[in-house]
């Protein structure tokens, strides 16, 4: 049974920044590529940030320059820096792995940028 402890989201106002991050548990093997997407409301999930094992990332075109992404294999763990936010970010941000062919998201943190 994977687990997630995601942490970090919350309310902030526009331009100020957050850091996302997101434990996993209950995996025995090497994590593929571990990454967050995000929800808005009344619009579908979409990829926000990936990293693989060996650390090649892959930005969403709105999110390149402001965000970064990192990990820590050894300890399954993923942060997003996120900075110059905007209120198109809000959103509920969900922690991603991809592990043997297989798909797990964590269960979701809100992230509201608002004045």
């Known amino acids: 049974q994977v687990q997630f402890v995601e942490s970090g989201g919350g309310l902030v106002q526009p331009g100020g920044s957050l850091r996302l991050s997101c434990a996993a548990s209950g995996i025995i093997v090497s994590i593929d590529v571990m990454g967050w997407y995000r929800q808005a409301p009344g619009k579908q999930r979409e990829l926000v940030a990936t990293?693989?094992?060996?650390?090649?990332?892959n930005y969403a075109d709105s999110v390149k320059g402001r965000f970064t992404i990192s990990r820590d294999n050894a300890k399954n763990t993923v942060h997003l820096q996120m900075n110059s936010l905007k209120p198109d970010d809000t959103a509920v941000y969900y922690c991603y792995a991809y592990v043997s062919s297989w798909n797990y998201w964590g269960q979701g943190t809100q992230v509201t940028v608002s004045s």
């Open positions: 990293i693989t094992s060996g650390g090649s990332t």
